[in-house]
C-alpha cells in the first residue's frame, strides 16, 4: 500500500465520486492501483466527518470498511483524552488508532497493541503522518500482550463486537477479548482501565458483571447515543454515572449517583406549565429520569413518560426545551380545532399507543416546519398531542 504523488492526486481528484462507478471505469486509468484507489476514497468519505483532522492530511492509510466502521469519532476519542492524564498508557485493541492518537496527548508513553499485521502497519505509516511517532506500535494479541507487559497507569481497551460469523454482539461475554475473564490481569497490570462498549449495553448489567467500576460515560453526539464508556480502578467505593452530549464545540454534562436515583420520591402531574423538557438521550440512556427532575425542580408527566413540565425557563437544561402552545386529544373536534392552521410539525411519541405514522395520518400533518408535538400520557392517563415550539 504505498500512497505515492500520482495516487493522492487521483484520490483528491475523484474524492467525491460514486466509487462503485469509478470501479467500472478502471480500464481508463491503468496506471492506477483502482481497488486500492477506491479504499482510500471510501475511507477519505468516512473520516470528512468522522476525524476531520485525519481527513485534513492527504497521506493518511485507510483500512479496511469495518475498522473504520468501528472506530470512535474525533468528537468522542478527544472526550476520553479529557477523562485521563498519566506517565503510561496501552491500547490493547488499537485498530484504527484514532482513540489511541488523541489518548496518546494525556501520557508520556503511549503503547498500541493490535494482532491483525495489516492494522498495525497502518497505524506505524499514519502515526508517523500525524507526527505521533512517539507511540510505540505492536503487533500481538492483545491478551497475550496484555499477561507479559510491564505495569501501566491506564489500559485502553475497545473489545470487537462481532461473534465468528460477523453478526453484532452487545454482552461484554461475546465480545473480543473478553473483558470479564481477563480482569485479575486487568488489575495488576493497569492502575486504571477503560473500556468502551456498545451504546446497546444494559447499564446496569454491565456495572453488576464488572468489578471496581467508579465511573459510567453514556457518551451521545449530537443527541444521538454512540459509546458506553466504564472506567475500572483497582479500588471502587460506588459508582458514578455521567451523561454526556456533544454538540460541536458544547458538551452537556449530567452526573447522578444510581442508588440515589432510585431512592428518589417523585410526584407526576397532569397540570402543565409553560414549559416541555425533554432531556438527551444520554439521560435517557443512563435512566436518571427522576434525578433530571429534583435537579430542575421540574413535574414529570408520567412515569412512563420521561416528559417535564415547569412554569420556569430553564435554558442550561441539558435536552430540547419547547414553549407549549396548547394541548389536544386526538378525536376530530380537538384536532381541527387546535391543529387547523398547522401544515407540517415534526412529531415524537412518549409513552403513546399510536405510532408517528399512524398520527400523521390521523391528523394529515406533514413532516417538518417549527411546530413540534409530542404525543405522550399524562399522570391521569389522559392521551394527549402537546403543541410546542422549540425555545
Known sequence: MILND?????????????????????????????????????????????????????????????????????????????????????????????????????????????????????????????????????????????????????????????????????????????VLAIEDLLEEKAAQTMIKLSPMLDISLAVKSLRNVSDVYIISVGNECKELLFIKKRQSSGTHYHCINITGSKTDSFT????????????????????????????????????????????KLHPSSHLYTSDTLHSNFPGRVFAIQTISSLNKKDIKLHLADIKQANITTRNFPLSVQEIRKKTGLKDGGEVYIFATTLADDRKVLLICRKV
Open 6 to 178: 500520482r495516487i493522492i492526486h487521483f484520490i483528491n481528484e475523484h474524492e467525491k465520486d460514486d466509487i462503485h462507478t469509478l470501479a467500472l471505469q478502471s480500464k481508463l486509468y491503468p496506471d492506477i492501483d483502482m481497488q486500492f484507489a477506491i479504499r482510500q476514497i471510501k475511507g477519505r468519505q468516512i473520516v470528512k466527518e468522522k476525524v476531520p483532522s485525519w481527513y485534513a492530511n492527504d497521506r493518511i492509510l485507510y483500512p479496511q470498511h469495518l475498522s473504520l466502521e468501528q472506530c470512535s469519532s474525533e468528537q468522542t476519542a478527544r472526550f476520553k483524552a479529557s477523562l485521563c492524564k498519566g506517565k503510561s498508557m496501552t491500547d490493547l485493541t488499537g485498530g484504527f488508532g484514532v482513540d489511541c492518537s488523541f489518548l496518546s496527548a494525556s501520557f508520556e508513553e503511549t503503547s498500541y497493541v493490535e494482532q491483525q499485521e495489516e492494522l498495525a502497519k497502518i497505524a506505524v505509516h499514519n502515526f508517523k503522518q500525524l507526527g505521533l511517532e512517539r507511540i510505540k506500535v505492536i503487533n500481538s494479541d492483545a491478551v497475550e500482550y496484555l499477561s507479559s507487559m510491564p505495569a501501566v497507569d491506564m489500559v485502553y481497551i475497545d473489545p470487537a463486537r462481532r461473534d465468528n460469523t460477523g453478526r453484532k454482539t452487545v454482552l461484554i461475554e461475546d465480545c473480543t477479548p473478553n
Open 256 to 299: 447522578f449517583d444510581k442508588e440515589e436515583e432510585d431512592n428518589i420520591s417523585l410526584s407526576y402531574s397532569s397540570d402543565l406549565g409553560k414549559y416541555l423538557y425533554e432531556p438527551n438521550a444520554s439521560i435517557l440512556k443512563g435512566g436518571a429520569y427522576k434525578s433530571i427532575a429534583r435537579s430542575f425542580s421540574l413535574d
